[in-house]
């Protein structure tokens, strides 16, 4: 401390806003250097957990002044929280990581190109349903226009920005207004119903991967649950949390918990179900985001609680799979199809759902899981760190393919949008594209029950 009444006082405001105290749990032990990507890919001290803590206990104290420091490492994190997993002490790096972002925000500089495209994204376009639904008309006007195919023949997308052209090429096909359109707001139980659920369908999701979406709905239909979709709902505010705009975090927390609240209302409900890790995680820790808010924290314990990722509660219904071939029909039957298991950092590392994702993959006739070395770690999508830090993604999405080409599986399983995208990046990369697929683990059941839309 300086002495100055003034500055202590400045400097005590710093540290709450830094989670400066949490910081102290830290005892520097090395344990969460294995479990870091951008340790493994980048070798540097500066972008390990324990040297990005260091970072923020010396912005904390005093002794780091100079932000864009600060800034340098912890834009480069991809914030998947490995770390806390393996780590003894119990250090919260989620809560020292987003604390320091928002303090990142309010201290650095940032270009007026980079606050323009945030400003875009991040405020008019994923919390809007209208942007979102104007987006994917146009992506699917795109498509099928024969827009895509001749720009692709013709090379146009190589006009493109780097991560941008690169990722045209895996843009899944989304559906037409009309079709959109006519998706049931409410899907009676297949049999004797057992649950009732308000489906989260978020923003990407629902932009991008509707199918994906109307096929969880399905699949929890068949398991006999009541659908309802959430109306009012928005984007869960994971990307802003992680941006450092902590604000218009909460405010589109606000607005989903008063959704819930809305239908809750009207008629019982046991869960919100989600099919994205990353969502998910968000929406579990509403709780931590109004902990100082004593208008809200309540209500967000509340809507925290009831949260459950979809592989929760498929597996909690047990969803009816087609059995499994007895010995002696297995020795007619092909050869299983063999399959690898990318992870959702989120959802096993704040969620904590690993269990029920295996069970039900274990459950699927005609599969053979095989596991990749590093199955825990990061794919280096992170939401959209794989396209402000293209390059550094790309290094960590190369480690993780050479691990998915040992196991030489013929599909990739997913459980979260982005790391879907991220592996079928990694097929094309790896010119595997007929070869291999990437599919969400919705998918593959839907499959296996014989689900379509």
Not at 86 to 97: L, T
Not at 276 to 300: I, K, Q, S, T
């Amino acid at each position: 401390m300086s002495g100055s009444p003034q500055a202590d006082s400045k400097l005590k405001e710093l540290q709450k806003a830094l989670s400066y105290d949490d910081t102290m749990s830290c005892i520097q032990c090395g344990y969460c250097l294995p479990a870091c990507p951008t340790y493994e890919t980048m070798g540097k001290e500066t972008h390990s957990p324990r040297g990005r803590i260091h970072l923020v206990k010396m912005a904390g104290e005093g002794k780091l002044n100079d932000f864009t420091l600060l800034a340098d490492s912890l834009d480069q994190c991809l914030g998947c929280r490995a770390c806390e997993t393996a780590c003894p002490s119990g250090v919260k790096y989620g809560s020292i990581y987003e604390s320091a972002k928002n303090v990142i925000e309010q201290n650095v500089p940032r270009s007026v190109k980079a606050r323009a495209a945030r400003s875009v994204l991040l405020r008019k376009v994923f919390p809007s349903k209208a942007a979102l639904n104007t987006i994917g008309t146009l992506l699917w006007a795109y498509q099928k226009s024969g827009l895509q195919h001749t720009a692709r023949k013709l090379r146009l997308t190589r006009v493109l920005p780097e991560p941008l052209g690169v990722f045209e090429r895996i843009v899944p096909d989304v559906p037409g207004p009309l079709e959109r359109r006519k998706r049931p707001l409410r899907f009676r139980p297949e049999g004797v119903p057992k649950l009732k659920v308000a489906f989260f369908t978020g923003c990407v999701m629902d932009a991008m991967f509707e199918r994906i979406n109307h096929l969880s709905m399905k699949l929890l239909q068949k398991a006999g649950s009541e659908v309802i979709i959430l109306s009012g709902d928005t984007c869960c505010g994971a990307l802003h949390s992680h941006s450092g705009e902590m604000e218009l975090a909460k405010k589109l927390a606000r607005q989903n918990i008063a959704a819930f609240e809305r239908l809750l209302a009207q008629e019982p409900v046991d869960y919100i179900v989600n099919n994205a890790g990353g969502c998910g995680a968000m929406l579990v820790e509403y709780d931590h985001l109004f902990h100082d808010d004593p208008a809200w924290a309540n209500r967000a314990q509340a809507f925290a609680s009831r949260n459950r990722d979809i592989h929760q509660v498929l597996a909690q219904l047990g969803l009816p799979l087609p059995a499994k071939p007895t010995p002696q029909e297995r020795t007619s039957s092909p050869e299983p199809q063999i399959v690898t298991y990318q992870r959702s950092c989120h959802m096993t590392n704040v969620q904590k759902v690993t269990r029920d994702p295996l069970q039900l993959m274990g459950a699927i006739p005609g599969i053979r899981l095989r596991e990749m070395e590093d199955k825990d770690k990061c794919c280096g999508s992170a939401g959209i760190y794989n396209i402000v830090n293209y390059k550094e993604s790309m290094d960590i999405l190369d480690v993780k393919m050479n691990h998915v080409k040992a196991t030489q599986a013929q599909t990739i399983v997913t459980t979260n949008p982005g790391c879907l995208m991220q592996m079928q990046l990694g097929i094309v990369r790896e010119g595997l594209e007929g070869e291999v697929r990437a599919v969400h683990l919705v998918e593959l059941l839907a499959e296996a029950c014989g689900v379509s839309v």
